[in-house]
Protein backbone atom coordinates (compact mmCIF):
# COMPACT_ATOMS: atom_id res chain seq x y z
CA UNK A 1 0.00 0.00 0.00
CA UNK A 2 1.14 3.78 -0.75
CA UNK A 3 1.94 5.89 2.30
CA UNK A 4 4.12 7.67 4.76
CA UNK A 5 6.36 5.27 6.72
CA UNK A 6 7.81 7.06 9.91
CA UNK A 7 10.14 5.21 12.56
CA UNK A 8 10.45 4.64 14.71
CA UNK A 9 7.28 5.97 16.67
CA UNK A 10 8.84 6.21 19.92
CA UNK A 11 12.57 7.34 20.52
CA UNK A 12 14.29 8.39 23.68
CA UNK A 13 17.39 10.15 23.56
CA UNK A 14 20.14 10.72 25.99
CA UNK A 15 21.19 14.97 26.47
CA UNK A 16 24.27 15.63 23.77
CA UNK A 17 23.45 12.90 21.51
CA UNK A 18 21.71 13.81 17.72
CA UNK A 19 19.06 11.52 16.32
CA UNK A 20 17.50 10.83 13.31
CA UNK A 21 14.11 10.48 12.76
CA UNK A 22 13.79 8.36 9.52
CA UNK A 23 10.95 9.29 7.05
CA UNK A 24 10.41 7.48 3.95
CA UNK A 25 7.35 7.99 1.51
CA UNK A 26 6.31 5.08 -1.94
CA UNK A 27 3.72 7.88 -3.35
CA UNK A 28 5.86 9.53 -5.87
CA UNK A 29 5.36 13.27 -3.96
CA UNK A 30 8.12 15.82 -4.66
CA UNK A 31 7.45 17.79 -1.94
CA UNK A 32 8.09 16.53 1.96
CA UNK A 33 7.45 18.12 5.02
CA UNK A 34 8.83 17.70 8.61
CA UNK A 35 6.46 19.35 11.46
CA UNK A 36 7.00 19.58 15.15
CA UNK A 37 3.86 18.66 17.83
CA UNK A 38 4.14 20.05 21.07
CA UNK A 39 1.50 18.80 23.54
CA UNK A 40 -1.44 20.69 22.76
CA UNK A 41 -0.04 22.56 20.10
CA UNK A 42 -0.20 23.17 17.02
CA UNK A 43 2.11 22.03 14.08
CA UNK A 44 5.17 24.09 13.56
CA UNK A 45 7.17 23.74 10.15
CA UNK A 46 10.58 22.37 10.53
CA UNK A 47 12.14 21.76 6.92
CA UNK A 48 10.59 21.07 3.57
CA UNK A 49 11.72 19.84 -0.11
CA UNK A 50 10.10 20.88 -3.05
CA UNK A 51 12.55 18.62 -4.52
CA UNK A 52 15.35 16.18 -4.48
CA UNK A 53 18.32 18.15 -3.36
CA UNK A 54 17.12 21.17 -2.47
CA UNK A 55 15.32 21.82 1.11
CA UNK A 56 14.26 25.28 2.88
CA UNK A 57 14.21 26.56 6.25
CA UNK A 58 11.24 26.12 8.08
CA UNK A 59 9.88 28.54 11.16
CA UNK A 60 12.13 26.31 13.60
CA UNK A 61 15.11 24.91 11.80
CA UNK A 62 17.21 25.75 14.64
CA UNK A 63 18.92 22.71 16.25
CA UNK A 64 17.89 20.66 13.37
CA UNK A 65 19.42 19.18 9.79
CA UNK A 66 17.78 17.30 7.18
CA UNK A 67 18.84 15.80 3.66
CA UNK A 68 16.98 14.76 0.73
CA UNK A 69 18.75 12.70 -1.30
CA UNK A 70 16.39 10.55 -2.84
CA UNK A 71 12.90 11.43 -3.74
CA UNK A 72 11.83 8.40 -1.03
CA UNK A 73 13.21 9.87 1.73
CA UNK A 74 13.44 12.91 4.13
CA UNK A 75 15.59 11.68 7.69
CA UNK A 76 15.48 14.73 10.17
CA UNK A 77 18.29 14.84 12.95
CA UNK A 78 17.57 16.45 15.93
CA UNK A 79 21.41 17.97 16.96
CA UNK A 80 21.91 18.72 20.26
CA UNK A 81 21.85 21.78 19.12
CA UNK A 82 18.45 21.81 20.18
CA UNK A 83 17.66 23.19 23.51
CA UNK A 84 14.09 20.94 23.95
CA UNK A 85 13.42 18.50 21.73
CA UNK A 86 11.01 16.11 23.34
CA UNK A 87 7.87 16.45 21.07
CA UNK A 88 5.94 14.45 18.30
CA UNK A 89 7.32 15.06 15.15
CA UNK A 90 5.05 14.37 11.82
CA UNK A 91 6.47 13.71 8.24
CA UNK A 92 4.87 14.67 5.62
CA UNK A 93 4.71 14.80 1.57
CA UNK A 94 2.57 16.68 -1.07
CA UNK A 95 1.20 15.80 -4.27
CA UNK A 96 0.61 18.77 -6.83
CA UNK A 97 -2.09 18.28 -8.22
CA UNK A 98 -3.66 21.37 -10.75
CA UNK A 99 -6.05 22.31 -8.06
CA UNK A 100 -3.81 22.70 -5.04
CA UNK A 101 -1.25 20.43 -2.67
CA UNK A 102 -2.49 17.83 0.21
CA UNK A 103 -0.76 16.59 2.54
CA UNK A 104 -0.59 13.32 3.70
CA UNK A 105 0.73 12.66 7.34
CA UNK A 106 3.11 9.78 8.46
CA UNK A 107 1.83 8.24 12.57
CA UNK A 108 4.92 10.16 13.76
CA UNK A 109 7.72 9.70 16.51
CA UNK A 110 7.33 10.57 19.81
CA UNK A 111 10.77 11.74 20.55
CA UNK A 112 11.61 12.05 24.62
CA UNK A 113 14.84 13.45 26.14
CA UNK A 114 15.97 11.41 28.94
CA UNK B 1 6.39 32.69 11.82
CA UNK B 2 2.60 31.83 12.01
CA UNK B 3 0.64 33.38 9.25
CA UNK B 4 -2.91 31.54 9.74
CA UNK B 5 -4.17 32.55 12.60
CA UNK B 6 -6.86 29.90 13.59
CA UNK B 7 -9.32 30.54 16.73
CA UNK B 8 -10.72 29.25 19.38
CA UNK B 9 -8.11 27.52 20.72
CA UNK B 10 -10.90 25.39 22.58
CA UNK B 11 -13.92 24.54 22.50
CA UNK B 12 -16.25 22.08 24.58
CA UNK B 13 -20.19 21.55 23.77
CA UNK B 14 -22.35 19.19 25.04
CA UNK B 15 -23.22 16.40 22.37
CA UNK B 16 -25.85 17.89 19.77
CA UNK B 17 -24.52 21.57 19.90
CA UNK B 18 -22.98 23.14 17.19
CA UNK B 19 -19.65 23.89 16.84
CA UNK B 20 -17.44 26.15 14.51
CA UNK B 21 -13.93 26.76 14.06
CA UNK B 22 -12.19 29.64 11.98
CA UNK B 23 -9.20 30.62 10.72
CA UNK B 24 -8.01 34.06 9.04
CA UNK B 25 -4.26 34.37 7.17
CA UNK B 26 -3.03 37.86 6.55
CA UNK B 27 -2.41 37.07 3.07
CA UNK B 28 -4.41 35.74 0.32
CA UNK B 29 -4.23 31.84 -0.12
CA UNK B 30 -3.95 29.30 -3.48
CA UNK B 31 -6.47 27.30 -1.06
CA UNK B 32 -7.17 26.16 1.83
CA UNK B 33 -7.24 22.58 3.49
CA UNK B 34 -8.63 20.92 6.71
CA UNK B 35 -7.32 18.16 8.65
CA UNK B 36 -8.65 16.60 11.90
CA UNK B 37 -6.32 14.90 14.42
CA UNK B 38 -7.70 12.62 16.82
CA UNK B 39 -5.92 12.26 20.79
CA UNK B 40 -3.00 10.47 20.45
CA UNK B 41 -3.36 9.98 16.18
CA UNK B 42 -1.87 12.00 13.13
CA UNK B 43 -3.96 14.66 11.07
CA UNK B 44 -6.27 13.07 8.15
CA UNK B 45 -7.31 15.11 5.69
CA UNK B 46 -10.82 16.21 5.73
CA UNK B 47 -11.20 18.93 2.65
CA UNK B 48 -9.71 20.96 0.19
CA UNK B 49 -10.87 24.33 -0.78
CA UNK B 50 -9.44 26.58 -3.76
CA UNK B 51 -12.01 28.99 -4.90
CA UNK B 52 -13.40 32.15 -3.76
CA UNK B 53 -16.42 31.92 -1.80
CA UNK B 54 -16.43 28.30 -1.97
CA UNK B 55 -18.76 25.56 0.49
CA UNK B 56 -18.69 22.72 0.39
CA UNK B 57 -20.14 19.55 2.97
CA UNK B 58 -19.35 16.69 4.36
CA UNK B 59 -22.06 15.10 5.91
CA UNK B 60 -23.04 17.52 9.26
CA UNK B 61 -19.83 19.61 8.24
CA UNK B 62 -19.79 22.23 6.10
CA UNK B 63 -16.56 24.22 5.06
CA UNK B 64 -16.43 27.66 3.76
CA UNK B 65 -13.92 29.76 2.10
CA UNK B 66 -13.95 33.97 2.24
CA UNK B 67 -14.80 35.79 -0.63
CA UNK B 68 -11.20 37.03 0.06
CA UNK B 69 -9.26 33.77 -0.19
CA UNK B 70 -7.90 35.06 3.72
CA UNK B 71 -10.80 33.38 5.77
CA UNK B 72 -12.31 29.88 6.56
CA UNK B 73 -14.74 27.77 9.02
CA UNK B 74 -15.51 24.92 9.50
CA UNK B 75 -19.38 24.25 11.07
CA UNK B 76 -19.83 20.81 12.36
CA UNK B 77 -24.11 20.51 12.56
CA UNK B 78 -25.07 18.56 16.25
CA UNK B 79 -22.05 17.41 17.36
CA UNK B 80 -21.47 13.59 18.00
CA UNK B 81 -19.15 11.88 20.62
CA UNK B 82 -16.62 10.88 17.27
CA UNK B 83 -16.15 14.21 16.30
CA UNK B 84 -13.40 15.03 19.56
CA UNK B 85 -10.59 16.19 18.33
CA UNK B 86 -8.41 18.71 17.31
CA UNK B 87 -8.95 20.66 13.86
CA UNK B 88 -6.07 21.83 11.85
CA UNK B 89 -6.41 24.52 8.97
CA UNK B 90 -3.67 24.79 6.94
CA UNK B 91 -3.17 27.28 3.83
CA UNK B 92 -0.55 28.08 1.49
CA UNK B 93 0.46 31.17 1.18
CA UNK B 94 2.43 31.62 -1.43
CA UNK B 95 2.45 27.91 -3.36
CA UNK B 96 6.16 27.00 -1.50
CA UNK B 97 5.05 25.69 1.85
CA UNK B 98 2.03 25.55 3.63
CA UNK B 99 1.12 26.63 6.92
CA UNK B 100 -0.96 25.34 9.84
CA UNK B 101 -3.17 27.25 12.16
CA UNK B 102 -2.57 26.14 15.67
CA UNK B 103 -5.85 24.41 15.46
CA UNK B 104 -9.02 23.99 17.80
CA UNK B 105 -9.37 21.62 19.81
CA UNK B 106 -12.93 20.39 20.27
CA UNK B 107 -14.33 18.22 23.49
CA UNK B 108 -17.61 16.82 23.38
CA UNK B 109 -19.74 15.79 27.00
CA UNK B 110 -22.39 13.12 25.81
Redesign the interface.
Known sequence: DGGITQSPKYLFRKEGQNVTLSCEQNLNHDAM?W?RQDP??????IY?S?IVNDF?K??IAEGYSVSREKKESFPLTVTSAQKNPTAFY?CAS?STGS??????????SWLTVV | ??QVM?IPQYQHVQEGEDFTTYCNSSTTL??I?W?KQRPG?????LI?L?KSGEVKKQKRLTFQFGEAKKNSSLHITATQTTDVGTY?C?G?PNN????????T?LTVKP
Open positions: YYGQGLRLYQQGDLTSGNTIYFGEG | GQQSNQYGHPVFQVFATNDMRFGAGR
